[in-house]
């Protein structure tokens, strides 16, 4: 069975595994949700105000496919409501963890160990029915730390603008339409200009949400500053 790197990564070393208790819950004023299937179990920590999920851990008893899947699941649906949280894919998950965007991160084999994971989200999504949360909650793609490239890429004043924009399309593959995609919205670069001006379209829910010209586009242009280069700026088409 082989896995990308970035996935082995994610078996060897797990951050979110472990469970939460009644009383942990109770302290931090949060409903606990448990989703369970067969030998794996994911604890929610969800606000009853707006269905986020505020911190999330698993337990899981099976194969490294299983372990991994839970881990990046977990890691994706964090700080997420659960209404987004049952928009997770198997796709998703898969890219999440690929070293190359044309190679899948799980070999087949592991389709059964992503379905169970899926089935597990559905089971503690369903707990979470009674919860209201905003018709228009904010689509931010991520709100967690990311690293930063001192000044950009070395040489990226020097490359060519296809290569720019090839670079660009792969920060944005990884790192942004994941997040984008479990509101059922999507984005595409239109064009990339000599000054540095990214102009990109929305698609699906993402044209007609108010922070697509908002906070997620102020996060959009946040994370190329810092993963590619500061001298770029994000302009969407109207």
């Given at each position: 069975m082989t896995f990308s790197k970035k996935l082995m990564d994610r078996i060897e070393r797990p951050r979110f595994a472990g469970f939460f208790l009644t009383r942990e819950a109770e302290e931090k004023q949060m409903r606990l949700v448990t989703g369970r299937e067969g030998l794996l179990c994911f604890y929610w920590l969800v606000d009853e105000s707006d269905g986020i999920i505020a911190d999330a851990k698993f337990q899981a008893f099976g194969p490294p496919a299983l372990l991994g899947a839970a881990e990046v699941a977990t890691e994706l649906v964090l700080r997420k409501n659960y209404d987004q949280a049952s928009r997770l894919s198997a796709d998703l998950i898969d890219q999440h963890v690929r070293d190359k965007k044309e190679t899948p991160a799980f070999p087949r084999s592991a389709f059964s160990a992503l379905n169970q994971v899926l089935s597990a989200i559905d089971r503690a999504v369903h707990q979470c029915i009674d919860i209201p949360f905003a018709a228009t909650y904010d689509m931010t793609p991520i709100e967690a730390d990311?690293?930063?490239?001192?000044?950009?890429?070395?040489?990226?004043?020097?490359?060519?603008?296809?290569?720019?924009?090839?670079?660009?399309?792969?920060?944005?593959?990884?790192?942004?339409?994941?997040?984008?995609?479990?509101?059922?919205?999507?984005?595409?670069?239109?064009?990339l200009k000599e000054n540095g001006e990214l102009v990109i379209a929305y698609e699906g829910s993402c044209t007609t949400c108010h922070s697509s010209t908002g906070s997620t586009l102020t996060a959009i242009q946040k994370i190329l500053k810092a993963r590619v280069h500061p001298s770029l700026f994000v302009t969407p088409t109207l």
């Open positions: 990311f690293g930063e490239i001192p000044g950009g890429l070395p040489g990226w004043d020097n490359f060519p603008l296809e290569q720019r924009q090839k670079i660009i399309e792969e920060v944005i593959d990884k790192e942004i339409r994941p997040y984008i995609e479990l509101d059922a919205g999507g984005v595409k670069i239109v064009t």
